[in-house]
Structures are given as C-alpha cells and as structure tokens.
T-cell receptor
Framework: DVKVTQSSRYLVKRTGEKVFLECVQD?????MFWYRQDPGLGLRLIYF???????EKGDIPEGYSVSREKKERFSLILESASTNQTSMYLC???????????????FGPGTRLTVT | AQTVTQSQPEMSVQEAETVTLSCTYD???????LFWYKQPPSRQMILVIR??????QNATENRFSVNFQKAAKSFSLKISDSQLGDAAMYFC???????????FGTGTRLQVFP
C-alpha cells in the first residue's frame, strides 16, 4: 500500500513565523503535490514537483515555497505565516511512469494549520 | 482553462438507498481523465472511481458507478445501497491527458442516515 505521511496533523503558529510542512511518500513516486483545502473552495494546487529539485507553481503559490531534495520528501514552506494561510494542507504523490499514467494521486492525512 | 463544478454542496441519503452526486466540467480537450475522490471525516482522501474519456463504457466499482456523458461534459457518481461508511466529502476531479495535475470541484458533503 502506498503511504503518504505528513509531519503533523495539527499545527498552531504565530503570524510572521516560518513554517515547515513535511510530506514523505514510500512508493518511489516521481510526482508530489501540495494542496490547500478550504470550505467551499475545494482543493487548490499550491506547488508540485515532478522530480528531485524540480518544482512548478500551481494555482496559488503566493506566500509559499517548496523544497524537494530527496525523491521521497516534499516540503512546503511558509516564509512568514499570515492568518489568511490558516487552512488544511494536503500532500499527495503519484507515479510519473507512462504505464501508470491513469493512476491516481495518493493523499496524506492532512495538516490543519492555524495561524494566530 | 478547465473547470470542474459540483453544484450540490450537501446531499443526504437513507441507508440502503441510492444517491447520485453531480459533476460537470468544462474543457476543450478530447483526451482526459475524470475521478471521484472520497474524503471521510478522518481526512485521508481516497480514490473511489476513475473514467478515461476515450472509453464509452461507464466505470463501475462495486456499489459505485458513474454516468459519463462526454458531449454534455457531465460525470455523475451513483452510490447504490448506501452505507453509513459512505458519509464523507466527495470531490470530482479532472486531469488532462498530458499532465499529472488534478483540477478539483468544490466538493459535496454526503450524509447517510440510518
């Protein structure tokens, strides 16, 4: 079974703090994703990575950065947390192999971040 | 740009009954994939069912089936014999053929009553 784990289920940070959200997958997947989930807005893509050290902006990258130094790990960084970044953050991974192109993304349990 | 619309923020169904969740999408592409994901209250999102646009036959997974209408750009999910464990947020998602990115709808919260 694919396992995608996230470092924290709940996190409370203060405005202006630097925040790191970590995601690890154990299936040797090429692709990794960070989403933000808000009520009434669904999931919105923040960043994704299709290989080590490669990244691409999603739909809402402002205020966020990412790091992928190892294939299994994808970090989301909030350089200076703000209250409007209070949200649920979901990490996902998927295979980039051509033979598995129709396969789904596998999600982590999510991190509920509150910025006060 | 592609968009996915789920017009039902909430739905409810009696246990053992059938419920249909709606999803429409907008695209100019001919090759793509469609998915339904389920997010139970514990929050781990899991895939329920997927449909390749080039396949005319509707996908089925046990009690879950889709009604894929390509011309109408509609992709509804039918849950038969609903169970209490089906209570969750359901998200419809679209993926272009040549990308790994998903575009999600806003979700439908399904309640199942005993």
């Amino acid at each position: 079974d694919v396992k995608v784990t996230q470092s924290s289920r709940y996190l409370v940070k203060r405005t202006g703090e630097k925040v790191f959200l970590e995601c690890v997958q154990d299936m040797d997947h090429e692709n990794m994703f960070w989403y933000r989930q808000d009520p009434g807005l669904g999931l919105r893509l923040i960043y994704f990575s299709y290989d080590v050290k490669m990244k691409e902006k999603g739909d809402i990258p402002e205020g966020y950065s990412v790091s992928r130094e190892k294939k299994e790990r994808f970090s989301l960084i909030l350089e200076s947390a703000s209250t409007n970044q209070t949200s649920m953050y979901l990490c996902a991974s998927s295979s980039g192999a051509l033979a598995e192109k129709t396969y789904e993304q596998y999600f982590g349990p999510g991190t509920r971040l509150t910025v006060t | 740009a592609q968009t996915v619309t789920q017009s039902q923020p909430e739905m409810s169904v009696q246990e053992a009954e059938t419920v249909t969740l709606s999803c429409t999408y907008d695209t100019s592409e001919s090759d793509y994939y469609l998915f339904w994901y389920k997010q139970p209250p514990s929050r781990q999102m899991i895939l329920v069912i997927r449909q390749e646009a080039y396949k005319q036959q509707n996908a089925t997974e046990n009690r879950f089936s889709v009604n894929f209408q390509k011309a109408a750009k509609s992709f509804s999910l039918k849950i038969s014999d609903s169970q209490l464990g089906d209570a969750a947020m359901y998200f419809c998602a679209y993926r272009s053929y040549n990308t790994d990115k998903l575009i999600f709808g806003t979700g439908t919260r399904l309640q199942v009553f005993p």
